[in-house]
């Protein structure tokens, strides 16, 4: 594992309040503590086409996730949990993967199905229409 992944795990797991640890040349870039998708999309929203060659540790990455940080050619990520899609989705970009726990799908919140954000990446044909369908979801949502 390289030391930057390995960096942003350490970090993700010494406070249970972090959802997302943002890494880059050995140094933290980025602390999130928003649930569910919203900490991709805010990385995204604040570093841009900067995320390139970083890594991220997230507590959860599906399809969603895994397609944002392919298409921002994010170079390795770690989760607590992970979907098989966003795993063979990550490997398939040869980003380098590691994770505590994987998941045929990533449940919703009440546990009684897959998450809006597993339902939407299944329908998107590419990177830019799902982000259109998350940030629609997400103003309705709020």
């Not at 900490?39 to 895994?66: H, T």
């Amino acid at each position: 594992m390289n030391s930057d992944l390995l960096l942003a795990k350490e970090e993700l797991k010494k406070d249970d309040r972090l959802t997302a640890v943002l890494v880059k040349d050995g140094k933290v870039l980025s602390k999130k503590n928003t649930r569910g998708i919203r900490p991709v999309i805010e990385l995204v929203d604040e570093f841009g086409s900067k995320l390139q060659g970083c890594v991220l540790a997230d507590k959860v990455i599906g399809k969603a996730a895994a397609m944002i940080c392919a298409a921002h050619e994010i170079e390795g990520v770690f989760a607590k949990v992970i979907s098989l899609e966003a795993k063979k989705i990550l490997e398939g970009q040869s980003i380098e993967v590691d994770y505590e726990r994987i998941v045929p799908y990533i449940l919703n919140r009440n546990k009684d199905g897959r998450c809006p954000m597993e339902k939407l990446s299944e329908s998107a044909g590419d990177y830019n229409e799902l982000i259109k369908k998350i940030m629609a979801f997400l103003k309705t949502s709020r």
